[in-house]
């Protein structure tokens, strides 16, 4: 045996501990609360509990009830889910200090909210959140560079 945790089908699990944006820390450490997973929730209740955990500087936390509405869903609308879940995401990235995650997880959310725009759902405000996310993400893309130059220590 590996020791690796998995449930009977062999699936890997994630066990271990997380900080308050999903980072995993060591086992028998104390870490947050997780979201259940699979939990069926109106689109009222969903933007509610994710709203909630944005607040309190939860954003992984809020993907995984985005991502839960998301997996519930058939039609048109699972692309406003996934959208959602992907800012979450990309507030998560940012978070961490990974630009070119957020970067990447914020347009791609943006441009998955593009079919919602003109007549949004459930109240959200798509146009709000893709303005949002497209400010966030200019930010991370400012603070990030992929090859920086090293800086001088000393003049001349």
């Not at 809020?62 to 609308?77: I, L, N, Q, Y």
């Not at 990235?93 to 909210?113: I, P, S, Y």
Request: charged share 30%.
């Amino acid at each position: 045996m590996n020791g690796r945790d998995r449930d009977e089908t062999g699936r890997a699990r994630n066990a271990r501990p997380r900080d308050g944006l999903g980072r995993p820390l060591p086992y028998g450490a104390d870490g947050v609360a997780r979201q259940p997973e699979g939990v069926v929730r109106t689109p009222g209740e969903t933007l509610t509990e994710a709203q909630q955990l944005l607040d309190e500087g939860r954003p992984f936390h809020a993907h995984e009830v985005f991502e839960d509405a998301w997996k519930a869903t058939d039609g048109p609308e699972r692309e406003l889910w996934r959208g959602l879940a992907q800012l979450a995401v990309g507030m998560t990235h940012a978070l961490r200090g990974n630009g070119t995650g957020a970067v990447a997880l914020l347009e791609r959310g943006a441009a998955n909210l593009e079919p919602f725009a003109a007549a949004p759902p459930h109240g959200i405000d798509v146009p709000g959140l893709q303005a949002w996310a497209r400010e966030l993400a200019g930010e991370a893309r400012a603070r990030v560079r992929a090859e920086p130059v090293p800086p001088r220590l000393k003049a001349g």
